[in-house]
């Protein structure tokens, strides 16, 4: 297992004193959880993450634990469209219950390009004059927030697809979908939130978290 650090995701829990599995949660009655921006501040926002990106992606669990290891990934930022060009299949393997099925995915060197709409906020507590180079950004995935794809199994071409949430509620907190820029590291993470996976007339719910981190 590797020590990952998280650059950016870390900073934002600091910075609202909350822990990582609450980020983006309502402390209280009072807070909201994120500032709205001005349309020139998104514009602008967006305009400075634009670029091609290259890192790694790494499983967690909702339940805690270590990452398991890394996968090479590369994205795109064009507008508000985040495109992760590689997706890895294999990825999915932890989850399939049946086991023809999880051999099909493990073995598997497919990928997938995943779509994702970002859009640009501050977070509640934040000062934007102290911390003016880091952006963050909450992401939508796909058409109606699932990917549709197909998976090799027994020489035959399966569908499957996969769902994604905005948040998920686990014991330690709300966990959102969001993501975080530098501006002076040009560095790019994010969280992605998957609840199942369809293939055929099966279906298994995802108990993770998906997190991508790398730089232009």
């Not at 949660?25 to 349309?39: A, F, H, I, M």
């Not at 398991?68 to 393997?93: E, G, R």
């Not at 996969?162 to 590291?185: D, H, N, R």
């Not at 790019?188 to 232009?216: C, H, Q, R």
């Amino acid at each position: 297992m590797k020590k990952i650090k998280f650059y950016l995701i870390t900073a934002i829990c600091m910075v609202a004193t909350v822990s990582v599995t609450s980020c983006l949660d309502d402390n209280d009655g009072d807070d909201y959880e994120y500032v709205p921006l001005t349309k020139m501040e998104q514009l602008s926002q967006l305009i400075a993450m634009e670029g091609n990106y290259s890192g790694k992606s790494y499983i967690f669990s909702l339940s805690g634990g270590k990452a398991k290891d890394s996968i090479d990934v590369a994205w795109t930022v064009v507008d508000s469209t985040l495109t992760i060009k590689n997706f890895p299949i294999k990825l999915l393997a932890s989850v399939v219950a049946s086991q023809d099925y999880k051999d099909a995915f493990e073995n598997s060197d497919q990928t997938q390009e995943l779509k994702c709409t970002i859009r640009p906020y501050r977070p509640y507590g934040y000062d934007a004059n102290q911390n003016a180079t880091t952006y963050w950004y909450t992401t939508e995935v796909g058409d109606e927030n699932q990917i549709d794809f197909n998976i090799m199994h027994e020489g035959e071409n399966v569908k499957a697809r996969m769902a994604f949430v905005a948040s998920v509620t686990t014991s330690g907190g709300l966990i959102s979908s969001y993501g975080g820029y530098s501006t002076a590291q040009k560095r790019m993470e994010l969280y992605l939130l998957p609840t199942s996976l369809a293939v055929g007339d099966a279906k298994w719910n995802i108990n993770s978290v998906y997190f991508f981190g790398g730089n232009k």
